[in-house]
């Protein structure tokens, strides 16, 4: 008997079902937005020497010259390289129940240790033109299954956010985002149906808005990045697209709009100043978002000379927590009480979070120097500063790569 039913209720850790749900995004998407090349990403610009020498030799290595980065680079690398199962001839007998058939789909995803699932009709404006290659792409799915993989929060409290595990955090939910949508899309295949994965070097499709559309997030003031109510921004994002028939989720309103508008936490603590202190938003290729300085935020990320890369936006972000006992309580607060945004701002530093917590660091500070792994010279230099120091030691950096 074909049973397969995913059980009623919640189906993953996070209470995904009981959020809000909109027909709209929170914010404004237009008709208009166009698709974009996977070349106009600030990593992809440094690694074709658009910002300089020094750069360019940086975006090669800023990763990989970091032990546990450089093993998990690895295993992306390996997924990439899998070729994917045929598409069976014949569909198999499952129910065509829309609603079940997604309710399934994401139990797959969480048995595959998914923290989020949400699924939308694929827009056409996030499918790019052409990848990081140049090779033309073309993408004719209907629908895309988006997973977020939590970055570990742990991790998060023990470091600085731009230190020499930084790099890691993102490759760790890189390369397990991989995992479960390669998984996913050969499922899906062995079904009958077309499906491709996306994940880190392998995307073929622009992910913030994805998350935006399949509700599990709304847009932050990190530029073109989204923000989970139960993950803050600690996660990164993969997908499948397919035409297995699926009912799409909602967008969701969680109350973040306002929060950004009067926290700017992120913004304070940027060492390269790069995201925006304006209460107002931009309307850039017919969307919303905070203006964000790409070039800026990319000669930090790819240039750290203290760190590998560089998460201090999540690190520092209010909505960085754990989710369990008092963070349930001011996530709830959160959503209902605007004016007790201002409130948990100040309660947030004053707690000390966005601090490292030492006990929690696990991680040997380590690079790799002609063949050989070292200590480094600088480990977190840039954010134990004063901001007017950060931005003085980033620019001095820059100075060098006009060299
Ligand atoms: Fe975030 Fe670091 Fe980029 Fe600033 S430089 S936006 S803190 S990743
Ligand atoms: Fe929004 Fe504050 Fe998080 Fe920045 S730190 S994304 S302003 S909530």
Redesign the pocket.
């Known amino acids: 008997m074909l049973e397969g039913r995913a059980p009623k209720g919640q189906l993953g850790h996070y209470p995904l079902e009981r959020l809000k749900r909109v027909d709209k995004p929170t914010t404004y998407v237009g008709p208009n937005a166009q698709r974009v090349s996977e070349r106009q990403a600030g990593f992809i610009k440094a690694s074709l020497g658009e910002y300089g020498p020094r750069l360019q030799a940086e975006a090669a290595r800023f990763i990989s010259k970091e032990p546990v980065g450089a093993s998990l680079t690895k295993m992306i690398q390996d997924l990439g390289s899998l070729s994917p199962v045929d598409v069976y001839p014949k569909a198999a007998p499952i129910p065509q129940d829309l609603a079940a058939q997604s309710r399934h789909i994401k139990a797959l995803g969480y048995f595959l240790r998914a923290d989020c699932i949400g699924i939308c009709e694929l827009p056409q404006y996030a499918v790019y033109t052409e990848d990081r290659e140049g090779r033309p792409v073309e993408l004719d799915h209907k629908y895309a299954i988006v997973f977020l993989i939590d970055q570990g929060w742990r991790t998060f409290n023990g470091g600085l956010?731009?230190d020499w595990i930084s790099g890691a955090q993102s490759m760790k939910s890189y390369s397990t985002g991989g995992f479960m949508a390669t998984v996913m899309a050969n499922y899906i295949r062995r079904l009958g149906y077309e499906a491709k994965p996306h994940f880190s070097d392998h995307y073929k499709v622009l992910m913030p808005p994805l998350v935006l559309m399949s509700g599990l997030g709304e847009m932050s003031r990190?530029g073109n990045t989204v923000l989970n109510p139960f993950l803050g921004p600690r996660f990164k994002a993969s997908a499948v697209t397919t035409n297995l028939p699926l009912e799409p989720d909602k967008p969701i309103d969680f109350g973040l709009q306002h929060y950004c508008k009067v926290c700017k936490k992120?913004a304070r603590?940027?060492?390269?100043q790069?995201?925006s202190h304006s209460d107002e938003m931009i309307v850039h290729n017919d969307h919303e978002t905070y203006e964000?300085d790409v070039e800026?935020?990319t000669r930090?990320?790819v240039g750290n000379p203290a760190g590998s890369s560089?998460?201090?936006?999540?690190k520092v972000c209010p909505w960085n927590k754990p989710y369990e006992g008092i963070h349930k309580l001011v996530e709830w607060t959160l959503e209902r009480a605007s004016l007790s945004h201002r409130f948990s701002v100040w309660m947030d530093d004053l707690l000390g979070y966005g601090r490292q917590n030492i006990e929690d660091k696990w991680w040997y500070d380590l690079e790799e120097i002609e063949g050989i792994f070292q200590v480094p010279e600088k480990v977190g230099a840039v954010v134990k500063s004063s901001p007017l120091a950060q931005k003085k030691e980033v620019l001095a950096v820059e100075e060098d790569d006009s060299e």
């Open positions: 956010g731009s990190f992120c603590e940027c060492p390269s790069a995201i964000l800026a935020c930090m990320r560089c998460g201090r936006c999540i």
